[in-house]
């Protein structure tokens, strides 16, 4: 390791010394204006009003990074603490598309994406947290075969490691964990594509399954408490080319021992979210919506202004008592947000984007972010008043998360997983 770092020390005292020198405040050395295919720069504390930094591979320790108006092709920055005011980041390789970043540098606050090591490529479809740092993600292989997949994570979402890889949601229409949902980190119930309930008692490690009653997928799930929950199902139409115009919602009042047929919906439910312990909705193909106000022993049927054939709400996230949002899916290049104020009830849009909607997920502080296609980003940061749109990456993002009120998870097709603290 010395030969390595004196190596790389040598190389930059060699570039430093043939070029123009700018004086840096709190160094007595001189530093240059530009660097031009600088290897190394090691151990630079203050790196201020640098005005072009030209294909500089590596910056190690650079603790803060401060003014910089342009930064073109920066292959790799190994624990740069604060970047603060860069006004133009121009093909930063390894942000979004190298390992050397994605779990080596602290970005708190930074605002900016950083994938994460998922030890997987199977499609991750639903993220969430039971604290600020334990989190859970389910997802699956693309094709029609195999078992479904679970991530854990005790660390705000910053390492993933694979707990299990035999949730058996195996069904004749794919492997995915659809509905997963952690009463605590070691507790847990998980649905997919089989007719099974899944229940974990380790943390997601090892899986048993009890038969569900259904005869459909199975695609969203809820837990009120540790006897309350409820699944939500959708017609396998087609034998399995894709989902049907039915579904159902089922409930159980004895955690998970035995589940009772409440409703049958006129579309697959893809959504079951509770806002109390008396209200919930229950959202999903068709732009269908149904609400309850007694804990789920009845459900209404409620409206939406998206009820076309290939509409399909997936998640919802609720910011009060009676306001909330969900994504909807209309097609790989059309998504909506829509948004009730009357507890579920009535649902209508609010913003129409390019591209399929698929996850959507509050900070409960009035941050709301949504993703889908493309590696479209919608957010509002004012409570849903207003939107912007952005891309994180091209591929398609299935579901997001948040640990804590100020990091953001997404996570995607083939194992992606980003993180983003603001």
């Given at each position: 390791m010395k030969h390595i770092v004196g190596s790389l020390l040598a190389i930059a005292l060699g570039i430093l010394a043939i070029v123009p020198s700018l004086t840096l405040t709190g160094c007595k050395d001189q530093y240059p204006a530009s660097i031009?295919?600088?290897?190394?720069?090691t151990r630079t504390d203050t790196l201020i009003q640098r005005d072009?930094?030209?294909h500089v591979d590596t910056v190690v320790h650079g603790d803060t990074l401060i003014r910089t108006d342009t930064l073109i092709r920066v292959d790799t920055v190994i624990r740069g603490?604060?970047?603060v005011h860069t006004d133009t980041l121009i093909h930063?390789?390894?942000?979004?598309q190298r390992d050397t970043l994605r779990d080596t540098i602290d970005l708190d606050d930074s605002n900016i994406w950083v994938y994460r090591n998922s030890g997987t490529t199977d499609n991750l479809i639903i993220a969430e947290f039971v604290n600020q740092n334990n989190g859970f993600i389910g997802g699956g292989p693309s094709g029609t075969s195999g078992d479904g997949v679970i991530l854990s994570s005790g660390d705000r979402g910053t390492t993933w490691q694979v707990a299990s890889t035999s949730v058996g949601t195996s069904g004749f229409g794919g492997s995915g964990v659809y509905g997963l949902a952690f009463q605590d980190a070691q507790n847990a119930f998980a649905v997919g594509d089989g007719q099974n309930v899944?229940?974990?008692m380790d943390g997601g490690h090892t899986w048993t399954g009890t038969p569900s009653g259904s005869t459909f997928f199975l695609r969203s799930l809820w837990f009120l408490d540790y006897k309350t929950g409820f699944f939500g199902t959708s017609d396998p139409a087609n034998n399995g080319n894709g989902a049907g115009a039915d579904g159902e919602i089922w409930r159980t009042t004895d955690g998970g021992v035995s589940w009772?047929?409440?409703a049958s919906t006129n579309g697959g439910i893809y959504e079951i979210r509770f806002i109390n312990p008396s209200n919930g909705?229950?959202?999903g193909r068709f732009g269908v919506a149904y609400w309850t106000s007694d804990g789920g022993a009845t459900w209404n049927q409620g409206t939406t202004d998206q009820t076309g054939n290939t509409s399909l709400i997936g998640r919802a996230a609720f910011t009060t008592g009676s306001t909330g949002f969900a994504a909807c899916y209309l097609a790989q290049t059309q998504g909506a947000i829509l948004r009730t104020d009357d507890e579920g009830h009535t649902w209508h849009t609010v913003k129409v984007v390019p591209a399929g909607l698929s996850g959507i997920a509050t900070n409960g502080a009035g941050v709301i972010t949504a993703c889908g296609e493309g590696g479209t980003v919608v957010e509002s940061t004012d409570g849903g008043t207003t939107w912007t749109t952005s891309n994180v990456g091209t591929s398609r993002w299935i579901g997001d998360a948040y640990s804590g009120t100020d990091r953001t998870v997404l996570v995607g097709v083939n194992g992606r997983i980003a993180t983003r603290d603001k």
């Open positions: 031009l295919q600088a290897d190394t720069v072009t930094v030209i603490d604060t970047l930063i390789d390894t942000l979004l899944l229940h974990s009772n047929l409440v909705v229950a959202l």
